[in-house]
Every structure is written in structure tokens, then in C-alpha cells.
């Protein structure tokens, strides 16, 4: 728990581009998370904390968002959340660290490269970006740049995009916290980091919300990736040091 006050600088960012983007705050808050603490502990806490600020978003998200896109892709997450857990209990930690910043780097190179390898429209696109999502979100708290690749790929509006994006983290990190309950990965660290960290984190997504609606970006490309591939970068580096010590 020592080691806790040392994650509200990361959670402040993170919930920054959280609240301005819709998307971003598991993904840079896990990397963070990952030098003090094992990805199984950082993950439940990211989680309940990104749930927490998705809290302050939903009501303006609900009258954005595309419910089509939304139902398949959480129909899509409850298929991955199982096996993304089974990769939680098993992989080592170190090497999960390096998967992680990995995984987001590879989708980053992606939504630059504007590679669209599928039709955004098919049912069964939708729900197979879902599935990636859920087992990246279970396993390592990454499965937001599997959603923000398709959303990014699609017809949508920057506001449709961001809105859909939001209510589909609130499903999904909801029933993967509960699978993560269930089966005993959540400890007391939990609640007494949550007590620390949520009002720093309810606070700067709010404040990332602020800036969204009064300058909205005409791209959410240009504002996130950078962020996402900077911290991915730093992760992969802080995980291989530790492996090399």
C-alpha cells in the first residue's frame, strides 16, 4: 500500500485523456501501474478505477452513442472475457508486462498505417473486435485499442465514436471485474487503493470531459495515439530492464 500513493500521478493523466478521448485510461494506467505492482493487481484495480470515472460519462454517451454497434460488440467481449482470465492466472508477469505494451503498440501502428483489413459493418466483425477486447480487458487491462482500431475504422461520428466507445468499456470492465471477484483475484489492496486514488481520478475525468466539449477534436487520432505509443515504448523498456536485471 506504500507504493499506492505513488499511482495518483498516473491515474490524473490517465483520466485526462480518458475523460477529453473516451478511451485511453486503462491502457496508459496500467503501464504506470505495472512498475510498482504485478499485472495482477493492476489490472483489478485499473478496472474498478476506469469503471468509477465511466461513471461521469454515460448520461452525454447514452444520447451518442450507436446501440447496433454496442450490442455486438459486448455480445463479442462476454465470449473473450474467460479466456483473456485464463491468461491472467497463467502467464508470468514479466512477460505479461512486455505482451501488454506490445499489444498496444502493434493497434497504434495500425490506426496510423490506416490499414482496414475488414468491412466495419458485418456482424461478425463487430462482434470478433468484441471477443479481442474482452480477452485483452480480462488479462492484461488492454482491451480498449482493439475497440478504439474498429471505432476509428468505422463511419461513425467523432461523437458516436466516443460515446459507443464509453458505454461498451462500462459493460465490459463491469462483468470482467466480476469474473475477477469470482475467482479470488481481488484482495483487500482493492477497496484501500480505490479509497486513494478515485477522487483524483473522478476529478481529472472530469476535467478531460471539460476541455472535450469545449474544443471537440475533429479526430481523436491525433490527441491519443501519441499518448498510447509513448507509454507503450516506456513500458516495453521498463519491463525488459527488469527481465535483464
Known amino acids: 500500500m506504500e507504493q499506492i500513493w505513488l499511482l495518483i500521478p498516473v491515474v490524473i493523466f ?3 485523456v480518458r475523460g477529453f478521448s473516451g478511451f485511453g485510461f486503462a491502457a ?3 503501464v504506470g501501474f505495472n512498475v510498482f505492482l504485478a499485472p495482477q493487481q493492476s489490472v483489478a484495480i485499473v478496472l474498478s478505477l476506469d469503471l468509477i470515472c465511466s461513471m461521469n460519462l454515460w448520461r452525454q454517451a447514452l ?3 450507436d446501440f447496433t454497434t454496442l450490442k ?3 455480445c463479442g467481449s462476454l465470449l473473450g472475457i474467460p479466456l483473456g482470465y485464463a491468461l491472467l492466472m497463467l502467464m508470468p508477469t514479466e512477460i505479461l508486462k512486455i505482451l501488454i505494451c506490445i499489444t498496444i503498440l502493434f493497434f497504434c501502428v495500425l490506426l496510423l498505417s490506416e490499414y482496414r483489413p475488414f468491412n466495419t459493418d458485418k456482424t461478425g466483425t463487430k462482434i470478433g473486435f468484441g471477443l479481442a477486447s474482452g480477452a485483452g480487458t480480462a488479462s492484461a487491462s488492454v ?3 482493439m475497440i478504439v482500431y474498429y471505432m476509428l475504422s468505422s463511419n461513425l461520428s467523432t461523437s458516436s465514436q466516443r460515446a459507443t466507445m464509453i458505454l461498451f468499456f462500462i459493460a465490459s470492465e463491469a ?3 466480476i469474473a475477477l471477484i469470482a475467482g479470488g483475484v481481488v484482495d483487500s489492496t482493492l477497496p484501500n487503493a480505490l479509497l486513494i486514488l478515485v477522487i483524483p481520478t473522478l476529478f481529472s475525468v472530469h476535467f478531460g470531459q471539460y476541455l472535450f466539449n469545449r474544443k ?4 481523436l487520432k491525433s490527441f491519443a495515439l501519441p499518448v498510447l505509443i509513448a507509454v507503450a515504448l516506456f513500458g516495453i523498456i521498463n519491463a525488459t530492464l527488469t527481465l535483464l536485471r
Do not use: E
Open 14 to 16: 490517465a483520466a485526462v
Open 143 to 145: 482491451g480498449g485499442p
Open 72 to 74: 455486438r460488440l459486448v
Open 216 to 219: 471537440p477534436p475533429q479526430s
Open 175 to 177: 462483468f470482467t471485474i
Open 28 to 30: 496508459i494506467a496500467v
Open 63 to 65: 444520447k451518442q452513442a
